[in-house]
């Protein structure tokens, strides 16, 4: 049963403009988020994280927020760069199973010119 | 090396054969994940090392995945009598420590293909 869903598997936005990805979870015992980057032939590579006391965390371009009461967080990116064209997983953890990283099935995003 | 580091990058087996992915973790680092990556899904936990020992298996999907750690350094995933569904990318995964706010390190992968 999938725990942390992407409803949408790709997403496509001009250079410039801001890219908002959303992810979704079931289980109310999730307590921190993370945003992982994946290009090609790569391993995923670790972008930003939410601890579930907060509901915004900001890393330069990069923006996170997180509404528990609706269970969903979305990733904001602005302004949106060509390279940023990767695949984007959302996942979460829990204390309760070691923190072990449960992941959306991702979703493609394709900065254009 | 700096990074995590799997191998091989690629792997083909014939169902029934048997297989072994290597990871070799960041030096220093006590924890150690191994997830599957079928096409057009997120990494799924398969298990978790603390140092030597097998803390976590719980997503392993059968007896014919097997993982160890004997010196809390490589790590190597053995699958048994490989079947078509365990076609996927392997990942490793090292992190200094376990917890929150612990960032995870991933290999590239190990494409395998049971033809």
């Known amino acids: 049963d999938q725990q942390v869903k992407q409803n949408s598997p790709s997403l496509s936005v001009q250079e410039g403009r801001i890219s908002i990805l959303n992810c979704d979870y079931t289980n109310s015992m999730f307590d921190y988020f993370l945003w992982y980057k994946k290009y090609p032939a790569e391993g995923p590579t670790f972008l930003i994280s939410?601890?579930?006391?907060?509901d915004k965390n900001e890393d330069g371009r990069f923006t996170v927020f997180l509404n528990k009461s609706a269970k969903h967080l979305s990733l904001h990116i602005v302004p949106s760069q060509p390279g940023d064209s990767a695949v984007y997983f959302c996942?979460?953890?829990?204390?309760?199973?070691?923190?072990?990283?449960?992941f959306g099935k991702g979703t493609s995003l394709l900065v254009t010119p | 090396g700096a990074g995590v580091s799997q191998s091989p990058r690629y792997k083909v087996a014939k169902r029934g054969q048997d297989v072994a992915l290597r990871c070799d973790p960041i030096?220093?680092?006590?924890?150690l994940f191994w997830y599957q990556q079928a096409l057009g899904q997120g990494p799924e936990f398969l298990t978790y090392?603390?140092?030597?020992?097998?803390?976590?298996k719980s997503g392993l999907p059968s007896d014919r995945f097997f993982a160890e750690r004997p010196e809390g350094s490589v790590s190597t995933l053995k699958i048994q009598r490989t079947q078509q569904e365990d076609s996927a990318v392997y990942l490793c995964a090292s992190s200094y420590n376990r917890g929150p706010f612990t960032e995870a390190f991933f290999g590239q992968g190990t494409r395998l293909t049971v033809v």
């Open positions: 030096s220093g680092h006590v924890s």
């Open positions: 996942a979460a953890s829990a204390a309760y199973s070691g923190y072990a990283l449960n």
């Open positions: 090392f603390q140092n030597e020992a097998q803390l976590d």
């Open positions: 939410i601890s579930s006391i907060k």
